[in-house]
């Protein structure tokens, strides 16, 4: 059955049309004005959220590739910073090789004056910074990496011993404060080496101590055993330079009056002194120029023969601020008082005392490397011209160690620096990914839209069309 | 003979029925007017002379209105449901508007935070930067006491408007009251308008815009009118419909003094209390929970890290408990505090000597004042809780300072030991999860001399083989070894015996309770999402305290990747902050798209059922002039039939002059 039909019924029903579709064409109007088709979540609840995601994730990956710009600026400044080093490095192998060839002292000093100004450019890059922060203090960015003393030498690192790192997409964490031990400080610990008379040898073990010490062994007491009569002279405490355990040294003495009154006597069998029973204080030389200081008052009448000497002593590392008794032992442990570093040492060789160099090769950081090998140039521990070519040997290791460990981090930086060309290239395409998904999502299909807005249109026009026309017509026409 | 009274009924239903034409013509377009029709019927006949029996006219039976039942009900029903989707569609669309993602936005502001964050893990020194991120946390707070606040003003206005609509229900059943009582007396003459009938429909329509309407009611003329879930019954009089409140601030609708709350099953006033009492409150609650768990999640991050002015002399927390005497899953805590370890450290200053101390804490049975009786007996800490505020402050002695960064012990528990060596921890803990190992020696011997010596490092927990370490030749005593995730491990010069163990903890959670940020103890906020919330003053005017580090250096970015990795946890359900945001306005949005669904529906209905009654009831202009002309020709013809009888009578009369 149709319904009946009222003009007033028509036109609501026409006004009610003409509104929904003057609504639909006024949506597709702004979607093709704003070139956007979401504007606010109802209008397509599943891709607003797809859009906010995207929006999120463009941002943040807008931020992830500054941020990896500026480890890469990071990296790079400080990759030019080591390459510098390394080339100080460089120079100051070439400094050592000509050096070693040297003799005129004037060259020599010239040649430590170089090598200075090449420890006082590597303190420089070793405390650079970039935008503010030290690059080669780990974490601790906010000071400088290395303390320096009054002759501008780095005595030690104030950084963190963790190296800094960036998170990058909430995932990858690379590398970008290099602390300075990493960098400048010790490579490799090698054999400790040591140069001297004092028959001091290192012992099994790894030590502790690093770069280059001093080791003082000190004369203390010489006993004398059996009934030779022969007692310690009243300089031998601080004069007698023999240590060694019983038996070490002997002293061979001829009572040739008869009655201990007079004799010669002579050290490990080196030149005969001669003595009488008033010498309290007899200077008596080895062969290899060892000494000892004796009391004959008292030789027994008639002695002649041999008597092993007992020389004790003392080992020092650091200066004699804490000195260890000598044991005479395989492994004998010497402690650095100042920092309770340590070295092992074999005492059971040990014939007399006298200072030692103690190296540890490897053990150097950058800075004491270029220091120990002025002191080197300069020969400051007089060392004899075998003894000084073996260390700048040791000093040309060291410098190729550290050198060849520079160009080890500087390639750690290179492969970082790949990791992060690799990153940013991901990072770029996820950076594209995302736009484009929230491109597809949120903007206005306009070849869709402007086809729906010309429908629109048209509906629009065949409704007022049809309207006119319906409610043109009435009765009221025909009534005469 | 010839009846005249034949044709004066005539002109007289004719008169009638074109006055009823005009009646309708002239409410053609008047909203709730039913078209009139005048029924007529012809009058019983008499006999005349010639005893035949011929009709005495016409009469007018009745004018009628035009009215289907059962369309007027439905669209009643229909209209009632229309308006309460209507309102409840004006709300969400409020909501929607709230939550539509635009520059500034909580969505925008959101994502500005986490991107500084990372922005600055890539320059931890930058103190632009650390402002930024300052500023973007204020901007994150901001939003989130807009949204409370707009969520606040969405309600009262739902509440005015809700208060109105029961003022005009009070006043349209007051209204049909009276229609009614006129009915009644219109009915007892013996004749009701239909004009009163349509008033009555017009007024219950209206009625039905705003609450529910028992169909039964319509088109009942003059009978009980049933409305608003059956509360409201309106006869002669009428009762009243009151707004009041339950202990939530819930609103509840009364008639007249009853207890029982009016349950509203449609109409405008029912969207309304709808929307007051569950739409808002819960896209309140959505962000709510949503704020608390970033407040919480960021404060406890804060908390557990370390600012460039490093370890701290005092905290003063800034969020009270109600008791402090109370177990504190009952003290009304601002977050939840679960069973667990809080771990606080203790530097001494002269000797920089750390020890971490681990407080076990159980919300069950422990309260505030445990806690900080827990706390006050360690050494060089004190803590009270002031009784007003509920607040704890943790203070500490001369010399010492303390923080929650949970650093590793730099001396490991190794009293067992029976050898000489010291065993020294260092580095910087990485992992995910706290962690616990063993180590033990697995001979004895020198450190760096014996060859083979090593340690055998095993989870405390599992028992696993994590790792051995090398401590015998060829290694340097002092030097570090890497246990397992950035922990270190250093032998001092001396000896292990075989089976000397000692254990090493790592914390990657500090605070495993949550009590730091519940307290506030150095958190990045202060106050709730309740509307109090702001950035730690103290933070806001010196940005360098912002926790960026575990360590306290300024490249050290632990603590700010913990940040970062925030903006991927899930921590909502399975969504992350920006997701569950998402999700919100998604929701919102589909909620807008359903009721409008909905809505479009009932519309189309509605239409359909306008159309129907429109059928029955409408006027047709047309329809009614061709009624006319008919009533007016038989009015002509009527006039014509009395002129004729007239001219007849009078042929009759000049006979008789």
Known sequence: ?480 | MIHLNIGLSALRASQTALNTIANNIANATTEGYHRQEVLQESRAGTIDGSGHSVGAGVDIKQIRRLYDVSVERALSANTSHQAEADARLATLEDIEHLLTPATGSLHAEISDFFDIAEQLAASPSDNVLRSQFVSAADGVVREINRLADSFASLQTELQDQIERDVASVNVLAQQIAEVNEEIRIAEATGTVSNTLLDRRDQLIGELSQLVDVDTQSVGDDGGLVVAAGGWLLIGTSAPELQVDFDDNGMIELHVDSTSVPVNLQSGELAGLVTAHNELVPQAAADVTEWANAFIQSVDQIHATGLGLDGPFSIVNGTRGIDDATLPLDAAGTAFPVTEGQLAITVTEQSTGQRTTHRLTIDPATDSLDDVAALIDGIAGLSALVEPQTGKLTIAAGTGFRFDFAGHLDQQPESSAMTGTTVPTIGGLFTGADNSQWTLTATAAGEVGVTPGLQLEVHNAATGQLITTLDVGEGYEAGQPLEIASGVTLSLSGGTLDSGDAFTVSALSNPDETGLLSALGMRSFFTGTAAGDLQVAPALRSDPSRLATSRSGLPGDTSNLNRFVQLRDERLIGNETLEGQLGDLTGRAGLAVQAVRGEIEQLSSIGERLQAEQVAKSGVDPNEELLSMLEYQRSYQVAARFVTSVDQTLNEVLSLIG
């Open chain 1, 1 to 480: 059955m149709s319904l009946r039909v009222t003009p007033h019924q028509l036109l609501s029903s026409m006004q009610s049309d003409l509104t929904r579709q003057q609504s639909r064409a006024a949506d597709l109007q702004r979607d093709i004005t704003s070139g956007v088709r979401i504007h606010r979540p109802s209008d397509d609840p599943h891709g607003q959220e797809v859009v906010l995601q995207q929006k999120a994730a463009v941002q943040r990956y807008e931020t992830q590739l500054g941020a990896i710009g500026e480890a890469r600026n990071r990296l790079n400044n400080a990759q030019t910073q080591i390459h510098e080093a390394q080339q100080i490095l460089a120079s100051a192998e070439q400094i050592a090789l000509q050096a070693r060839q040297a003799t005129d002292p004037n060259e020599l000093t010239t040649l430590a004056g170089e090598v200075d100004s090449l420890l006082q450019q590597l303190v420089g890059i070793a405390n650079a910074q970039y935008a503010g922060e030290s690059l080669f203090a780990g974490t601790a960015t906010g000071t400088a990496a290395w303390t320096v003393d009054e002759s501008g030498v780095p005595t030690s690192y104030v950084g963190s011993d963790v190296t800094g790192q960036i998170l990058l997409g909430g995932q990858t964490a690379i590398d970008v404060f290099y602390t300075g031990e990493e960098v400048f400080g010790d490579v490799a610990r090698g054999e400790t080496v040591i140069f001297g008379q004092t028959g001091a040898v290192p012992a099994a073990g790894t030590d502790t101590a690093r770069g280059s010490d001093q080791l003082i062994v000190r004369h203390t007491a010489t006993t004398y055993a059996g009934t030779s009569g022969i007692q310690p002279g009243t300089s031998s405490a601080d004069g007698d330079t023999v240590i060694g355990a019983t038996g070490t040294h002997q002293l061979q003495i001829t009572d040739t009056a008869g009655d201990g009154s007079a004799g010669v006597v002579s050290l490990n069998g080196g030149p005969e002194f001669p003595f009488t029973s008033g010498d309290t204080n007899l200077e008596v030389t080895g062969p290899n120029g060892e000494v000892v200081y004796v009391d004959t008052t008292a030789i027994t009448a008639g002695f002649n023969g041999t008597v092993d000497l007992t020389a004790e002593g003392t080992l020092s590392i650091d200066g004699g601020a804490t000195e260890i008794p000598i044991d005479f032992s395989a492994s004998q442990t010497v402690v650095d008082g100042n920092d309770g570093t340590f070295v092992r040492l074999d005492t059971t060789g040990l014939t007399r005392a006298g200072v030692d160099i103690v190296e540890y090769p490897g053990t150097a950081n950058a800075f004491q490397t270029l220091a120990q090998l002025r002191d080197t140039i300069l020969n400051t521990s007089n060392l004899p011209a075998d003894e000084r070519d073996e260390q700048f040997a040791l000093r040309l290791e060291d410098l190729q160690r550290q050198g060849g460990h520079m160009l080890d981090v500087i390639g750690q930086q290179s492969i970082t620096l790949q990791q992060l060309d690799r990153l940013e290239l991901r990072t770029e395409d996820l950076l594209i990914e995302a736009e484009t998904v929230r491109i597809e999502t949120e903007t206005t299909d306009f070849a869709a839209s402007i086809l729906a807005f010309q429908e629109e249109q048209t509906m629009i026009q065949y409704t007022l069309a049809s309207l006119a026309r319906v409610y043109d017509v009435s009765v009221l026409d025909f009534i005469r």
